[in-house]
């Protein structure tokens, strides 16, 4: 089947396109409005970008029928600053409350029973329970759509990072200890227990021409 993304519905695509990159990592994002109101939501677009210095990425979709953006999206573009919280199996279900379309003056933080705790070097509470917390500032936005079902790509520098004890050697982090999970398609989800290893090919530099 060949597919032409202009030739159908951007709810289609969106079907095609989380069932065909997986699985994805999970951002639980902590934000504040400029009132101070808390925000807490997951993204599954999201990756880390590069290490020196560390940034990393999520993107914020459009609302499908108004094309309005998200509180999260608003949040980090008027304040600048933002936390990622890393996402273990034991967080799985108040993760998905969070997920909500809830009105703007909703705290997710109540909602999902999760607990907030003060961050070092940015407004934006971490979630206690998440294993792994990024405090971030932001870098750029850039608006890669505004149409409904657009999207727009945030891109923050880690600050700070917060790391459970208990899962960290040498900076190496035990990933049955953490435990992470991952989205797939649709209401699909998938734990990171199941792991196999590759080393990476040595490959000798080509020599210089005389």
Do not use: W
């Not at 939501?41 to 979709?61: D, E, K, Q, V, Y």
């Not at 923050?156 to 050697?169: A, K, M, Q, S, T």
């Amino acid at each position: 089947m060949t597919i032409h993304p202009s030739a159908h519905d951007p709810r289609d695509i969106y079907k095609l396109l989380i069932g065909s990159v997986v699985p994805r990592p999970i951002a639980l994002v902590s934000s504040l409005s400029p009132e101070g109101i808390r925000n807490l939501a997951p993204f599954s677009f999201f990756n880390a970008i590069c290490s020196n210095p560390p940034c990393l990425c999520f993107s914020t979709g459009f609302r499908p029928g108004s094309g309005q953006a998200k509180d999260t999206y608003e949040n980090v573009r008027a304040t600048g600053e933002f936390v990622v919280n890393t996402v273990s199996e034991s967080m799985a279900e108040a993760m998905n409350l969070t997920s909500g379309d809830y009105p703007a003056e909703v705290d997710e933080f109540v909602v999902s029973g999760l607990t907030p705790v003060a961050s070092v070097f940015v407004r934006p509470p971490r979630v206690a329970e998440s294993l792994i917390q990024m405090e971030c500032r932001l870098q750029q936005i850039v608006v890669v759509s505004n149409r409904p079902s657009g999207g727009a790509l945030v891109i923050g520098e880690v600050v700070c990072f917060h790391v459970d004890d208990r899962i960290i050697e040498q900076f190496r982090i035990d990933p049955d200890q953490l435990l992470a999970i991952g989205r797939m398609g649709g209401n699909s989800y998938t734990r990171t227990r199941d792991r196999f290893e590759l080393a990476r090919p040595n490959v000798s530099p080509t020599p210089s021409p005389k």
